[in-house]
């Protein structure tokens, strides 16, 4: 029989404006986010992340500012670095409004990039991405936590919004998604800025998407790494930090990428990498001790796969 592997890796949060943004338009080139990491992005089947911008035009953001928007034309670029889909349940892609996070799935769309956890509705917003790659189907779903977002940011049947962490739509999210896909995969922003371990919110939330057959939890908001753990023999990352953004402190930083492969018999090998963020705005990645260093704040050892 064949033998059925997808690769894909996961980054933590993508932030495209403010003050990576004014180094875009410095170097006056839309890629230089992610230039540092393009051998390694595409290196694996396809790419994850957690975007954390509204792609439509607009005024400049200032670096002081809250609220994120970027260049439409910033999709393409995400479509190019191998990013095949992107979670938007996250507490900036409503930064401009319903309509904002409407322009930002119609730009995405265009050019290629898949979306989960945000839509037109919340039948969009709860359903998940479906991805037919090398003979296996891999599912994926994105929330985020209502203490992340204000209510007015869910999805409703009517209206645009993000998917929030609902226990009871998940389980049946993930019941649905299984009889469709090999794979389920179940994105979370939620958890306590710049702390290294999760809170009982996010661990309650992973669990259960466990229980209720999910096959890998990834975790994103707290802006640093937070530990790992193995869970009913699958893994949860509560937080892989930061990938692309122009946040200050040290910690803030140092982020987490996973290349995790998937084979018919389930996962095979999860395979961490440590990044750095330079300039304020492009990830490079780490090697040798200080790699190590970053790694190990997951508190778990990934090579007994």
Known sequence: APSYQVSVIFTGDIMLSRGVAQKIKAKQDLTYPFLAMGDYLKSADLVF???????????????????????????????????????????????????????TLQNLLADGVDYAGAGLSALEAYNPVVIHQNGLTLAFLAYTD???VPSSYFATATTTGVAYMDIVKMRKAIKTARERADFVIVSMHAGNEYKSYPNT????????????????VIGHHPHVVQTAEQYKDKYIFYSLGNFVFDQRAEETKKGVTLKVFFTQDGISKIEPRAIYIKDFSQPTLLSGEAAQKVISRLKIVLDQL
Do not use: C, W
């Not at 919110?201 to 890998?216: E, S, V, Y």
């Open 146 to 148: 209502n203490d992340v």
């Open 201 to 216: 919110r996010q661990t309650t939330f992973a669990r259960a998407a466990i229980d209720a057959g999910a096959d890998l």
């Open 49 to 103: 992340g957690n975007l954390e911008t509204a792609l439509l035009p607009g005024r400049e953001i200032g670096l002081g500012e809250m609220v994120f928007r970027a260049d439409p034309k910033l999709a393409k670029v995400l479509y190019d670095f191998n990013f095949a889909v992107v979670s938007l349940a996250n507490n900036h892609t409503m930064n401009f409004g319903k309509a904002g996070l409407g322009q």
